[in-house]
T-cell receptor, first 112, second 115 residues
Framework: AQSVTQLDSHVSVSEGTPVLLRCNYSSSYSPSLFWYVQHPNKGLQLLLKYTSAATLVKGINGFEAEFKKSETSFHLTKPSAHMSDAAEYFCVWDNYGQNFVFGPGTRLSVLP | DADVTQTPRNRITKTGKRIMLECSQTKGHDRMYWYRQDPGLGLRLIYYSFDVKDINKGEISDGYSVSRQAQAKFSLSLESAIPNQTALYFC??????????????FGPGTRLTVL
């Protein structure tokens, strides 16, 4: 069965420092992968998506992610964290629209 | 106006009560989904519908039922609510995966508490 692992349930960084949120997937298919963000008391917003085009994907708010098939990873990065980045982040795997599998989420805290 | 709306946004109810959560969308999408979110578990799929006449169980459908009243409306019911159904519920929609992927658009969520 397909699965998505987010290795850190909580990441804490200082404002202005880099962000790394890790995601690994388990699938025999070539996936579509997404990162969604959920701010407190808000719905989910799409940050970026990988759909087998470029392996380095740029998203909104300065985030980007790199698809590495050899490592079955799709880690999310940002060069410099901002206070407004504090939120829950979900890595999501999609099999050609047949089903959508969420990782457990990583809560990002940004310290002043 | 929001493309995907959910009502109510918050609900507190008692064990054994019947509860309906409603979702409406103006995106014109055929596909609609209901998820629940629990801390540390991400979102888990309850039911999904690919069109008005198509309803499918998801990963955790026990204790829930759904109704697709129209393309734009998809309701989730808890026939007899129990405390472990306390969670944040999300509705989502998507278009056909013509490009091979399935971007979903989420409503703001309904926080349900069962006492």
């Amino acid at each position: 069965a397909q699965s998505v692992t987010q290795l850190d349930s909580h990441v804490s960084v200082s404002e202005g420092t880099p962000v790394l949120l890790r995601c690994n997937y388990s699938s025999s298919y070539s996936p579509s992968l997404f990162w969604y963000v959920q701010h407190p008391n808000k719905g989910l917003q799409l940050l970026l998506k990988y759909t087998s085009a470029a392996t380095l994907v740029k998203g909104i708010n300065g985030f980007e992610a790199e698809f590495k098939k050899s490592e079955t990873s799709f880690h999310l990065t940002k060069p410099s964290a901002h206070m407004s980045d504090a939120a829950e982040y979900f890595c999501v795997w999609d099999n050609y629209g047949q089903n959508f599998v969420f990782g457990p989420g990583t809560r990002l805290s940004v310290l002043p | 106006d929001a493309d995907v709306t959910q009502t109510p946004r918050n609900r507190i109810t008692k064990t054994g009560k019947r509860i309906m959560l409603e979702c409406s969308q103006t995106k014109g999408h055929d596909r609609m989904y209901w998820y629940r979110q629990d801390p540390g578990l991400g979102l888990r799929l309850i039911y999904y519908s690919f069109d008005v006449k198509d309803i499918n169980k998801g990963e955790i459908s026990d204790g829930y039922s759904v109704s697709r009243q129209a393309q734009a409306k998809f309701s989730l019911s808890l026939e007899s609510a129990i405390p472990n159904q306390t969670a944040l519920y999300f509705c989502a929609t998507s278009d056909l995966p013509l490009a091979g992927y399935n971007e979903q658009f989420f409503g703001p969520g309904t926080r349900l508490t069962v006492l």
